[in-house]
């Protein structure tokens, strides 16, 4: 008897709570999409941010393209800075102090809050060495932030596919760089490339990092890296924390999680398709 | 001899790139120390005393960050329970009660509310959950540390979930058979045999998401409320995050105020190193003993 209580006990708790979670999930998405869906059309889209004060009216055109720039960016800096590093940890880490000191950073900065690289970019780029908010100060920032993501993920693709490679090739006599540029890195091209986007996705959507070394609430798109930008989730941010217009906050947020799962779901499904094969 | 030119320049750049990563954290280690150190020798122990409140712009500016602190610990204590209690259950059920294909359906949705920015969190948080404390609580603002613990919970949701899940399986090719073979239920095998071997596991993706949620700015700072006092469930309340987010625009550079901001990160990132630094060693351990 005190079993059979127990079994379904169990299963009654666990139902629940895994059907909670469920419908959690489900709810996020359906709230933002039912509400945003309101003011999504095409002129939200390709119009400039209008009405008093700034953001009741219009679209949010320069803020799209803004936050398009940005993670183009600083996917582009981190993305070497991070593919780069991983190389380096995969196939020339020698097990000494560089080595040591080059996964030490990287664990460090996968830990570092986004906060973190907001203030210190903030203090040090735009006091320190006088650069205006930018931009590039902002996409360096952002950049800073993806580099763990990148290297940590590049890091296990190399690992996996690469090695076996790289022992061929030497054992060919070729140089590790020419089996890096002519072997390892056209094998491992989408899945990397499809890592940095997952980073150029996730920079995309941080405000933190780019609040005050580059984001603000009026600007054109910009045409130079030292033009101050318009970023989706800061619009966000500004049009829900001063309370203008919530009707566009739901708009803006459909458009951003929208674009931002897009780029996700092309990732896993190029990473599910070459799983199969 | 352009192979070996062109063979000189990727390698340049690859030790570049190692070299400029290792270069920016020692950047921001040695920034962060230099900068904290005017307000660690002119304030000292007074930022860590619990008398001493955050009052920075007033006539006597004072900096008390032990309120900061403990909001910062208890809303992501909240949240990792909260994570820790559903996203078990859930990772359970999932992998129990459901087809294997429905399951890994629901995974890999629940998967993608990883990628949602944490802005959206707190959007919904305050449109939500905010706005039904407010009206079924009787409360003046509904902004409060249990809304943050909560917002943040669901965040980490995903990140517990597959981490329970990677383990459950594991646990259950070693545990299952021969325990239905000897004719226990699924259920107390689940109970008796699986939980208990996986609890290492989840102590240490436990901690990790802990340390996640630590460092978590905008979705707290949306909810919270954002007043430096000691936190209380249904109050207001302040994370060190939340508080450089929304101060540090306003403040002169060199400033004793910003020295302090830069303090306050200072201890963040140590309470990070020791949260993350157990689930690193809890893990070690969990891959020595099984092999």
Redesign the interface.
């Known amino acids: 008897m005190r079993?059979k209580l127990?079994?379904f006990f169990?299963?009654l708790?666990?139902?629940i709570?895994?059907?909670?979670?469920?419908v959690?999930?489900?709810f996020?998405?359906l709230?933002?999409f039912r509400k945003g869906k309101k003011v999504f059309s095409l002129s939200f889209l390709l119009d400039k941010p209008a009405g008093v004060p700034l953001g009741t009216a219009g679209g949010i055109y320069p803020a799209l393209m803004g936050s398009i720039y940005l993670g183009a960016l600083s996917a582009l800096i981190g993305g070497?800075?991070?593919?780069?590093?991983a190389?380096?940890?995969v196939f020339?880490s020698t097990g000494k102090r560089?080595s040591i000191?080059?996964n030490?950073?990287?664990t460090?900065?996968s830990?570092?809050?986004?906060?973190?690289?907001?203030?210190?970019g903030?203090?040090?780029l735009i006091?320190r060495f006088g650069l205006s908010r930018s931009l590039l100060c902002s996409s360096l920032c952002v950049a800073?932030m993806i580099?763990p993501f990148v290297?940590i993920r590049a890091k296990k693709i190399l690992d996996e596919k690469g090695r076996e490679y790289m022992k061929t090739s030497l054992s060919l006599g070729l140089?590790?760089?020419?089996a890096?540029?002519k072997m390892i890195l056209p094998a491992c091209f989408v899945e990397l490339l499809g890592t940095v986007a997952l980073g150029m996705?996730?920079g995309?959507?941080?405000?933190?990092p780019i609040?005050?070394t580059g984001a603000v609430m009026q600007a054109d798109v910009p045409h130079s890296l030292s033009d101050p930008f318009m970023s989706l989730?800061y619009h966000?941010?500004i049009l829900?924390?001063n309370g203008f217009s919530?009707d566009y906050?739901y708009g803006t947020?459909f458009v951003?999680?929208l674009f931002?799962?897009i780029i996700?779901?092309i990732c896993?499904f190029i990473t599910y398709l070459r799983k199969d094969n | 001899m352009f192979k070996k030119l062109s063979d000189k320049f990727s390698k340049g750049i690859i030790y570049l790139a190692a070299f400029l990563v290792m270069a920016l954290m020692a950047v921001m280690l040695i920034h962060i120390v230099k900068e904290s150190i005017p307000a660690i020798s002119q304030l000292g122990f007074k930022m860590f005393l619990p008398s001493t409140e955050w009052r920075p712009v007033s006539q006597k500016p004072q900096y008390g960050l032990l309120p900061a602190i403990a909001g910062t610990l208890y809303v992501s204590a909240i949240a990792v329970v909260l994570a820790l209690i559903f996203g078990v259950a859930c990772a359970c059920f999932l992998d129990y009660y459901l087809p294997k294909k429905v399951a890994s359906v629901f995974l890999a949705f629940i998967d993608l509310v990883a990628g949602i920015p944490s802005v959206i969190f707190g959007f919904i948080g305050l449109t939500v959950l905010v706005k039904a404390f407010a009206t079924h609580l009787h409360m003046a603002a509904g902004q409060c540390i249990l809304a943050a613990g909560i917002v943040l919970g669901i965040m980490l949701l995903p990140f517990v979930i597959s981490t329970c899940h990677e383990s459950l399986q594991t646990a259950r090719k070693t545990y299952e058979f021969s325990a239905i073979t000897l004719g226990f239920s699924r259920e107390f095998t689940l109970l008796h045999f699986i939980l208990p071997a996986i609890r290492p596991g989840i102590i240490a993706g436990a901690m990790m998401a802990f340390g996640r949620a630590l460092g978590e700015t905008m979705a707290v700072m949306m909810v919270i409320g954002n007043s430096p006092i000691y936190p209380k469930l249904l109050g207001r309340g302040q994370t060190l995050p939340a508080l450089t987010a929304l101060e540090m625009g306003s403040i002169e550079y060199g400033s004793l105020h910003l020295s302090v901001l830069y303090v306050a990160n200072a201890v963040l990132l140590v309470i990070l190193f020791i949260v993350l630094g157990i689930s690193y060693l809890l893990k070690r351990r969990l891959a020595t003993h099984e092999n």
């Open positions: 079993t127990q079994k169990t299963r708790i666990l139902s709570l895994g059907l909670c979670v469920i959690i999930t489900l996020l998405f709230y933002v070497i800075l991070g593919i780069g590093a190389i380096y940890l020339y560089f000191l080059v030490m950073a990287i460090g900065l830990g570092i809050p986004s906060i973190l690289f907001g203030l210190v903030y203090t040090l006091y800073a580099i290297a140089s590790r760089e020419y890096l540029r996705a996730y995309m959507g941080a405000v933190a609040l005050y989730p966000l941010y829900v924390n919530l906050a947020a951003l999680m931002l799962l996700q779901l896993k």
